[in-house]
């Protein structure tokens, strides 16, 4: 297809600039009543183009029209044979995916380390999953990929599961063997689904890992606005092969989806799908040199080391090359040699030297390098780096901050006695009656709640699961060190929600 086309986004600003009185929402009339502080900052033709959907503008959920020939562009852009634009970001792609695959009691088979939005997804559809435990480096204290072996057991002794899925790359760009795990799903003629909201520019660029369609994945969630050049929320669903309900997964996303979808939204998916299609590699050339250069650097500082396989001896052997790889656009700096914690590290080098990483860990800080990143970002994060090390290679962490570290460090928080046991599946726990407790309390109830550190948004606890004092320990030492924790009703952490009734 003629990648250089713009259907949706043409359409879009002729509507934008055609004279006529606006009797239809929203309510601001393309920025006429609009609040003049909003126009003074965003400019006024924003809002110009801010439609609904109007007969020329075609309909998500039924498009027959620029929508649908903007889907088909990506479709022929990413190696789909059909996708989706989402506007309630890979979150409602994810929870489609589950409900179009698994009806109330079915077996899907994921990692533990998988985002909240797929909680969501077994609440709603009442799936029940079965978690295999991701591989973990036990130095930084990270969750990987699942591995091959680890999912031929669980399909040994799940056979009637109706779905795998994994994640694509992890938050911190690892990638597990993909090609071999499609293959080996589809032995028990099942899709292979995966999140790869943070890998949308690999089939973009040959020095990047495979992406997962290209692999051999039946359906995959892609965020757009994290890696490309989309407007945060705007995600694409993909799909190839025979193996997913192209019908149910119609229906699943008008559940998911919101019946008011974003125009602005969508047009920045039709503009990013063409800037990456057809400027993609010299783009991404430009980001992985970027990205090796702030690497270098960082390397050369005493006391820092940047996440490679090299630098993570405890990494297990099935992560090393080939059958994994990392995203080199993906920068996570080991901090805990200086002394701090990447959530001090992480405020710092916001705070004093106005470099905002994505997230922190216990041990690292990670950093998004994407085409938007310019050569005086790289040394304004390594002249941070720098600087801090400076400030405190000779200063040792205070004990209320190092204990917990060293308590941890050689425990993996989903390979415990209690790890992946559920008590209750993660729709019945959610609806369950429920009562509040002090944290400590709540140890060995079930949960009726989600909990986790975002981000990543990777649920230490979901519904259903026994809270460990494992966990539980976990968790506030990461609200301590000034992690932030979300999804559950009291994010103090001072009381946890448990199903009444089950001790």
Same mark, same amino acid.
């Given at each position: ?6 259907? @949706?986004?043409?359409? /879009?600003? !002729? ?5 006529? =009185? ?11 009543? +609009?609040? !003049? ?36 562009? *990506? =479709?022929?852009?990413?190696? *789909? ?9 890979? &979150? ?16 899907? /088979? ?11 997804? %077994?609440?709603? !559809?009442?799936?029940?999953? +079965? ?38 790359? &992890? ?7 993909i090609k071999t795990i499609a293959g080996l799903t589809h032995k028990y003629n099942i899709p292979l689904i995966v999140d790869e909201a943070h890998g949308s520019h690999f089939a973009f660029h040959p020095q990047l890992p495979i992406d997962a369609l290209s692999a051999g994945a039946d359906l ?7 890696? @490309?050049?989309a407007i945060t929320q705007a995600s694409m669903l993909h799909v190839q092969g025979e193996k997913i309900n192209i019908n149910r997964l119609n229906k699943s996303l008008q559940l998911t989806q919101s019946t008011s979808p974003s125009y602005l939204l969508l047009a920045s998916l039709d503009a ?12 991404? &050339?430009?980001? @992985? ?9 960082? $390397? ?5 080391? &940047? ?20 995203? $080199?656009?993906?920068?996570?700096? +080991? ?32 950093? +998004? /390098?994407? %085409? ?16 801090? *090390? ?21 425990? !993996? ?8 046991? %559920? ?18 309390? *709540?140890?060995?109830?079930?949960? =009726? ?35 932030? /924790?979300?999804?559950c009703a009291d994010t103090s952490l001072c009381t946890l929600k448990v199903v009444m009734g089950n001790c």
């Amino acid at each position: 297809m003629n990648q250089n086309q713009t259907p @949706l986004l043409d359409a /879009i600003i !002729s509507n934008a600039k055609r004279p006529h =009185a606006s009797f239809y929402t929203p309510g601001h009339k393309q920025g006429k009543g +609009i609040s !003049s502080k909003l126009v003074n900052y965003f400019g006024k033709s924003i809002f110009t183009a801010d439609l609904t959907e109007l007969t020329e503008l075609d309909c998500l959920f039924a498009p027959e029209g620029v929508i649908q020939q903007a889907q088909q562009l *990506a =479709a022929d852009a990413f190696g *789909a044979s059909q996708t989706w634009f989402l506007v309630n970001g890979s &979150t409602s792609g994810i929870e489609a995916a589950i409900l179009a695959t698994c009806c109330d009691r079915d077996k899907i /088979i994921l990692p533990r380390n998988v985002h909240s939005s797929v909680i969501s997804g %077994l609440i709603l !559809s009442g799936a029940i999953p +079965i978690f295999i435990n991701p591989e973990y480096d036990t130095n930084l204290n990270t969750a990987h990929s699942i591995t091959v072996e680890s999912l031929s057991k669980a399909l040994r002794q799940h056979p009637d599961a109706k779905a795998v899925m994994m994640v694509y790359p &992890t938050y911190y760009g690892v990638c597990g063997d993909i090609k071999t795990i499609a293959g080996l799903t589809h032995k028990y003629n099942i899709p292979l689904i995966v999140d790869e909201a943070h890998g949308s520019h690999f089939a973009f660029h040959p020095q990047l890992p495979i992406d997962a369609l290209s692999a051999g994945a039946d359906l995959t969630v892609q965020s757009i606005h994290k890696t @490309l050049g989309a407007i945060t929320q705007a995600s694409m669903l993909h799909v190839q092969g025979e193996k997913i309900n192209i019908n149910r997964l119609n229906k699943s996303l008008q559940l998911t989806q919101s019946t008011s979808p974003s125009y602005l939204l969508l047009a920045s998916l039709d503009a990013a799908r063409h800037q990456i299609a057809i400027h993609g590699q010299e783009l991404l &050339t430009q980001t @992985l040199q970027l990205s090796q250069k702030a690497r270098n650097k960082i $390397n050369q500082i005493p006391g820092l080391s &940047t996440l490679n396989h090299s630098l993570t001896p405890s990494l297990p052997h099935s992560l090393t090359p080939p059958t994994s790889s990392l995203d $080199n656009t993906r920068l996570t700096a +080991i901090v805990s040699e200086l002394g701090i914690t990447g959530f001090e590290a992480e405020e710092i080098l916001d705070d004093k030297f106005n470099v905002t990483p994505e997230f922190a860990s216990l041990k690292t800080v990670t950093f +998004i /390098i994407s %085409l938007g990143n310019t050569e005086s970002d790289i040394e304004l994060l390594v002249k941070a780096f720098e600087t801090l *090390a400076l400030d405190f290679r000779n200063k040792t962490l205070a004990l209320e901050f190092r204990k917990p570290l060293l308590e941890i460090k050689k425990r !993996s928080l989903w390979n415990t006695p209690e790890s992946n046991i %559920l008590h209750l599946s993660p729709r019945q726990a959610f609806f369950s009656s429920t009562e509040t407790l002090p944290i400590h309390k *709540a140890i060995n109830r079930i949960s =009726a709640e989600t909990v986790c550190p975002y981000p990543p948004g990777i649920p230490l606890l979901i519904p259903g699961e026994k809270i460990s004092s494992t966990v539980v320990e976990h968790l506030l030492n990461v609200k301590a060190m000034g992690g932030f /924790i979300s999804n559950c009703a009291d994010t103090s952490l001072c009381t946890l929600k448990v199903v009444m009734g089950n001790c």
